[in-house]
Structure formats: C-alpha cells, structure tokens
C-alpha cells in the first residue's frame, strides 16, 4: 500500500504529516510505502492513499486514490481518526 502526503508547494507541510503518519502506523503495525510530495510531484504518480490539507481538496480531483483531508494538521488525533478506517478498508480488515 502506498501512502502520500502531499502540500501545494515545496515539502513543509508533507513531511510533517509523513512524521505523523510514520508515527501512527507504527503504534498500529501498518507497514506501507509513505512517502511526502508537492503537488507537482504528485501528477502522474500513482498511490492508494493520498493525506493532504483539506484546502487541497479542488486540487485532489481526478486523483485514482482515496483522499483523507485533515482539518488540523497538528491534531494527531483527528488524522489518525481520518486515516486508519481508511487504511483498515484497504487492508481488509473492519
């Protein structure tokens, strides 16, 4: 499975939320391919799941991924509620 962070420009915002991410799916056990991108970077490559702000959400359309748009991109909380369902899902589990 293939995760990706993604910001509108440069690789601030990705890369914090891949430390996140790396963070939570260690506590859960989830192994994937996490990786953060730009979203220029982002055009063409293909991923399973794609974690980015919530105001990337116009730019996100057309993607063949699942979105998980997070609000708050300090609440550790609110994306690993946003994102484990959907990671369950992919992964066949509840």
Do not use: Y
Request: charged share 25%.
């Amino acid at each position: 499975m293939r995760v990706v962070t993604d910001c509108g420009m440069g690789f601030g915002t990705s890369l914090m939320m891949k430390m996140t991410i790396d963070d939570i799916f260690k506590a859960h056990g989830v192994k994937a391919d996490l990786q953060a991108w730009d979203l220029g970077s982002a055009k063409g490559q293909a991923a399973d799941i794609i974690v980015a702000p919530r105001d990337m959400e116009s730019h996100l359309r057309g993607f063949n991924a699942r979105i998980v748009l997070i609000n708050n991109l300090m609440d550790k909380k609110e994306i690993e509620s946003r994102l484990m369902p959907v990671v369950r899902e992919l992964l066949g589990g509840n």
